[in-house]
């Protein structure tokens, strides 16, 4: 059973349906693609008790997107600031909101981060394609039609596995919100074929800071710094690329490898960022800065669990939220008189 | 092969690969995708997914679900019994292609670049069956390995927009391209077939290990098997 939740009135330049990604078919030359902010997109269906990696909607700051509410729904939005709207008033971000018919609601001017991921509660009903809902453009596939939304797009969801009373309150305590600024440090393990480049490449990679280029998207960040040296060959015999991996081309100039990546390539790969630190990269925009810290495997597995229980610690969190009741009674005294007084989040 | 040649790469902190050598060559290709299987027959908890390339393999893997240390044991006892696994024989399969012009815009440099003629680089690229070492980069993205005497290296950056069902050299390698993606490859032709389908499972026409030969045929047929 599924219901028409959202008509399409601007699509903005690129909203695409995401999950986590198509897992197992990397063999066959298919990329993983989902969410380029992973923790968000978690959060977003967390927000409206929906499993961690239901559909969501990705929406990057580029232009003015609009949805026309088509029926009663629970909706979340997380990641970037893209100064959200319902009708004329601003809609709160990283908690639940219950939304009514005939509202519009609308993201423009990109304040902070990049990347906004709206979920539904129930998920996006759309089919899978190789396992998931992810759309992937260049090769057509996941999402609606295998593309980016138009306008006109009909969206619509599962049913909630709540009853949305009991979700219209859960929002992620500030504590939890990511910091998205312009700048960011981003921690790597070297290699795999860290020695194909000189001592002073190596320094330099790890010295310098580094901006997003205009040539970037959801298959790479492109950056523009100081090159780094290859000792001799510039190319390696092709393997595989994992999420956040760095390649350095023959021009010395990095490229990190994100969500709708090749599985493979044959650029030398300097370094792979953490995975962790990956979903602070898919909030970068063209201009942006990004520089490298080099740990050791252990702790960045130590630094994965810790991750792994902050989610667990959220979820927690919210579902506590929700055995408070929406509705409240209250009995009130005023001046000997006394009131019955009902207490009740209204939809926006 | 000497078992101290194998390498095991700590690849991120989801990733090995397991490196049968720095080369290129059918034995080498052949232990991959003998050890890609074999993994697959064990079903090791948190292990995710396997990519097999022309000489490594990545293990893409959980590690929330298994630890690393204990990922490389099992690894590695699966490594020293490789030698009892079999896998089946292969096929060889015919694929129709224009090359150069407006279909392969860089037939012209690779054929200057090894001092041949255009004609020429057509009847060395077309004489042999290629083995398909492997799927990557983009769906249905088909390596092979090219005649060494038209290796050419890859552009130093790589193109932006490249036509689906562009063949392209890039070294000593050969690939198709399935879509329309940015690729640093040389490109001297390209072929009317559709090399990925989605509803289909496996999604592509033929599997690692199978044999690819090259048909040259000129751009009307080209048309003429593109709007089937």
Request: some cysteine; hydrophobic content about 35%.
């Amino acid at each position: 059973m599924s219901i028409p939740v959202f008509e399409v009135l601007e699509p903005g330049l690129l909203t695409t349906v995401q999950d986590l990604g198509r897992i197992g078919y990397q063999r066959y030359g298919v990329p993983v693609s989902g969410g380029m902010d992973a923790f968000s997109l978690k959060i977003a269906n967390l927000l409206v008790a929906n499993d961690i990696d239901k559909a969501v909607l990705e929406i990057t700051g580029l232009g003015l997107m609009k949805l026309k509410i088509l029926n009663r729904t629970v909706i979340a939005l997380t990641g970037a600031d893209l100064t959200p709207m319902i009708d004329t008033s601003p809609l709160p971000m990283w908690r639940a909101i219950e939304v009514k018919k005939g509202v519009v609601l609308s993201l423009g001017e990109t304040r902070r981060g990049f990347r906004a991921y709206l979920s539904i509660a129930g998920g996006i009903d759309i089919p899978l394609v190789l396992g998931s809902r992810s759309t992937y453009c260049k090769a057509k596939i996941g999402g609606i039609e295998g593309r980016p939304l138009r306008k006109g797009d009909i969206i619509s969801s599962f049913l909630s596995k709540q009853p949305l009373e009991s979700i219209t309150h859960r929002y992620l305590p500030e504590d939890f919100i990511p910091d998205l600024t312009k700048e960011i440090e981003v921690r790597v393990i070297m290699g795999p074929q860290d020695d194909y480049f000189k001592k002073e490449g190596i320094q330099t990679f790890l010295n310098s800071w580094y901006r997003v280029s205009p040539e970037s998207d959801r298959t790479g960040y492109r950056l523009s710094g100081p090159r780094i040296t290859h000792k001799d060959k510039t190319d390696i015999i092709t393997d595989a690329i994992p999420l956040g991996a760095i390649q350095v081309p023959g021009d010395g100039l990095p490229i990190i490898l994100m969500a709708d990546r090749g599985p493979t390539g044959g650029y030398p790969k300097i370094a792979c960022i953490l995975s962790v630190d990956v979903d602070k990269v898919g909030q970068l925009k063209p201009g942006d800065k990004i520089k490298f810290k080099k740990i050791d495997i252990k702790e960045a597995h130590e630094l994965l669990r810790a991750e792994n229980e902050k989610l667990l610690k959220i979820n927690n969190i919210l579902n506590e939220q929700s055995k408070i009741p929406a509705k409240k009674r209250y009995r009130v005294s005023i001046e000997g008189e006394t009131y019955e007084v009902t207490v009740e989040e209204l939809p926006i | 092969m000497p078992e101290e040649e194998i390498k095991n790469l700590i690849v991120g902190d989801k990733a090995v690969f397991i490196e049968f050598a720095n080369k290129i060559s059918p034995e080498i290709n052949r232990k991959v995708h003998i050890m890609a299987s074999a993994i697959e027959k064990e079903k090791i908890e948190g292990v995710i997914e396997t990519v097999p390339t022309y000489r490594s393999l990545s293990i893409y893997y959980e590690p929330l679900k298994i630890e690393l240390d204990n990922l490389l044991e099992k690894l590695g006892k699966i490594k020293s019994s490789l030698g009892k696994i079999k896998i089946p024989s292969s096929r060889v399969i015919e694929v129709p292609i224009v090359y150069g012009g407006e279909y392969g815009p860089d037939l012209e440099f690779v054929a200057k670049y090894n001092s041949f003629s255009q004609e020429e680089v057509i009847k060395i690229h077309s004489g042999r069956n290629y083995l398909v070492y492997m799927f990557g980069f983009s769906p249905g993205h088909t390596y092979l390995v090219v005649d060494e005497r038209i290796a050419t290296p890859r552009l130093k950056t790589p193109r932006v927009k490249v036509a689906a069902g562009s063949v392209g050299i890039g070294g000593r390698q050969t690939c198709i391209r399935p879509q329309e993606i940015p690729t640093g490859l040389r490109i001297i032709g390209r072929i009317p077939l559709k090399l990925f389908n989605p509803d289909k499972e496996p999604p592509v026409p033929f599997l690692p290990g199978d044999y690819l030969k090259f048909i040259p045929i000129s751009e009307e047929e080209y048309l003429k098997l593109k709007n089937e």
